[in-house]
């Protein structure tokens, strides 16, 4: 059974930071690109950071200099460092798993950027 496990959510101000954290089990995450999602109210879930089986990592153009998105193989987790929070980064996170055409999603994880 695959599970994607996503946590590190909750409320924080304008100018603050989270790392959210996301541990699999049940694949072999070394070979799967890994992606951190996100949905706000009436709105499209979004891509917001990608990052290859390799390393190699992309963000959309509104976190860029501000989010990081990491992996740590040896833990079956994905990370994403995110600095600077501003209020339009409110919604729900979640954590993809993809290799070729079969992908995971975890259960999402709450970010309210809020004075």
């Known amino acids: 059974q695959v599970q994607l496990v996503e946590s590190g959510g909750g409320l924080v101000q304008p100018g603050g930071s989270l790392r959210l954290s996301c541990t699999a089990s049940?694949?072999?995450?070394?070979?799967?690109?890994m992606a951190w999602y996100r949905q706000a109210p009436g709105k499209q879930r979004e891509l917001v950071a990608h990052i290859t089986s390799g390393g190699t990592t992309n963000y959309v153009d509104s976190v860029k200099g501000r989010f990081t998105i990491s992996r740590d193989n040896a833990k079956n987790t994905v990370f994403l460092q995110m600095n600077s929070l501003k209020p339009e980064d409110t919604a729900v996170y979640y954590c993809?798993?993809?290799?070729?055409?079969?992908?995971?999603w975890g259960q999402g994880t709450q970010v309210t950027v809020s004075s």
């Open positions: 993809n798993g993809k290799r070729y055409i079969v992908a995971y």
């Open positions: 049940g694949i072999i995450f070394s070979n799967y690109a």
